[in-house]
C-alpha cells in the first residue's frame, strides 16, 4: 500500500509558486511505501 503524510497548509493560495515535493520515506513494512508531501526545500525542485 502507499500511506501519504501531508500537513494542512490554509496560506497555501497566499504563497507563489503554491508547488509540492514529495519525498519517499524508509519504511520497515514490506510491499508499503510512505510518502511525505510539503513545500519544497532548498535543494528540492518540482517537474511536470
Known sequence: G???YKKPD???WNRSPRRNCCRVMKTKEPR???VDVGV???GEFSEI
Do not use: L
Open 10 to 12: 490554509p496560506n497555501i
Open 32 to 34: 508499503t511505501m510512505e
Open 40 to 42: 519544497c526545500k532548498e
Open 2 to 4: 502507499v500511506i501519504v
